[in-house]
């Protein structure tokens, strides 16, 4: 079935520094959202793009769809402390409304 | 709204042993959702209603029961625990808005299990 593979596994990034993960699949998407898991916590849902080619920005924290709807980016400008955690690429996988997670990009930021 | 709540918050199992995984929500979100995580990896979902009464197999279902008497509840039940299922256990809601799902699905705090 579909899955959609997520890069880099880790990132240890410098307060202040930019960070981006992508996430790829190798079948269309109909959408694609993306979540994030502090350490010892839950799942948030951050953001939803369904649109070929759609770029949306939450303050610092870019999102980016591919035209071809088989790709999309997350992107953090000047990261800070609180961008600590996991982000998971996700979409809704099946008629029942189940998210398929990607397995995630562990961020860390060292002050 | 206290939005999804999941008890017990931690649990360790004896091999062998069952118990029932709590979640309720109040939001009145008629698909519910379990799913595991296993440490460095995504969810994968065990199994979903789509509301009362209705439930049926995810990707994982295998050795967990789950019930739906109620809109607010959906407790996931362990029977004859194996160390594979030590994981962390999230209950999620969500809803339909004519044919297309809810933008977003709302996970509890989640309940962290350990079978030794």
């Known amino acids: 079935g579909q899955q959609v593979m997520q890069i880099p596994q880790y990132q240890h990034v410098q307060e202040g520094e930019d960070f981006t993960t992508y996430c790829n699949s190798s079948?269309?998407?109909?959408?694609i959202q993306w979540y994030k898991q502090r350490p010892g916590g839950h799942p948030v849902f951050l953001i939803q793009?369904?649109?070929?080619?759609e770029v949306k920005k939450q303050k610092r924290l870019t999102f980016q769809f591919g035209e071809a709807k088989k790709n999309s980016s997350l992107h953090i400008t000047a990261t800070q402390t609180t961008d600590v955690g996991t982000y998971f690429c996700?979409?809704?996988?099946?008629?029942?409304?189940?998210?398929?997670f990607g397995k995630g990009t562990k961020l860390s930021v060292k002050p | 709204n206290a939005g999804v709540t999941q008890t017990p918050k931690f649990r360790i199992l004896k091999i062998g042993q069952s118990m029932t995984l709590q979640c309720a929500q109040d939001?009145?979100?008629?698909?519910m959702y379990w799913y595991r995580q296993d440490p460095g990896m995504g969810l994968k979902l065990i199994y979903y209603?789509?509301?009362?009464?209705?439930?049926d197999k995810g990707e994982v279902p295998n050795g967990y029961n789950v019930s739906r008497s109620t809109t607010e509840d959906f407790p996931l039940r362990l029977e004859l625990a194996a160390p594979s299922q030590t994981s962390v256990y999230f209950c999620?809601?969500?809803?339909?808005?004519?044919?297309?799902?809810?933008?977003?699905?709302?996970f509890g705090p989640g309940t962290r299990l350990t079978v030794l």
């Open positions: 939001m009145n979100h008629n698909y």
């Open positions: 996700v979409y809704y996988g099946g008629s029942q409304g189940n998210l398929i």
């Open positions: 793009l369904v649109k070929s080619g």
């Open positions: 999620a809601s969500g809803f339909l808005s004519g044919t297309v799902f809810s933008n977003e699905q709302f």
């Open positions: 209603s789509v509301g009362a009464g209705i439930t």
């Open positions: 079948t269309t998407l109909s959408n």
